[in-house]
């Protein structure tokens, strides 16, 4: 499986096939408190990869080489999105729908945040040119 042409329903699905072969849960479904919290856990593994890192190190990582230190956090990564996948295939939210959603949400918000700011600059400039907006 590579992301390029792997649906997410099909990592739902092989999710779900593991854990029915283990037996986990209700039919595959775990009890979504239990996985949300799994969840937060396998987060704070993937942090400890970044845990008290200096500098050179950020900068060896982001260049990519430290791969080993990309592999655990490559395997730490693959825990999050398998309780993220079962709680949202339990809970039936889409994923892809749902970041959808949340990229325009955000796009949005920087649509203000930037008015905001132009507005703050020009408020900025009237005043230090001595013209203000007050009445
Ligand atoms: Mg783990």
Request: proline fraction near 2%.
């Amino acid at each position: 499986m590579k992301d390029e042409n792997t649906p997410i329903a099909e990592l739902r699905r092989a999710v779900r096939d593991l854990c029915r072969e283990k037996h986990w849960g209700r039919d595959g479904d775990q009890d979504p408190r239990q996985v949300a919290m799994a969840m937060t856990v396998e987060m704070s593994e993937l942090l400890e990869n970044f845990q008290w890192m200096e500098e050179d190190e950020v900068e060896r990582l982001w260049a990519r080489k430290d791969p080993e230190r990309i592999a655990r956090i490559a395997e730490e990564f693959a825990d999050v999105m398998m309780y993220g996948l079962q709680l949202t295939g339990t809970l039936g939210i889409d994923v892809a729908s749902e970041l959808e959603k949340k990229i325009e949400k955000v796009r949005r918000r920087g649509e203000n945040y930037s008015a905001e700011k132009q507005r703050m600059r020009d408020e900025f400039e009237k005043r230090a040119t001595g013209e203000t907006s007050d009445h």
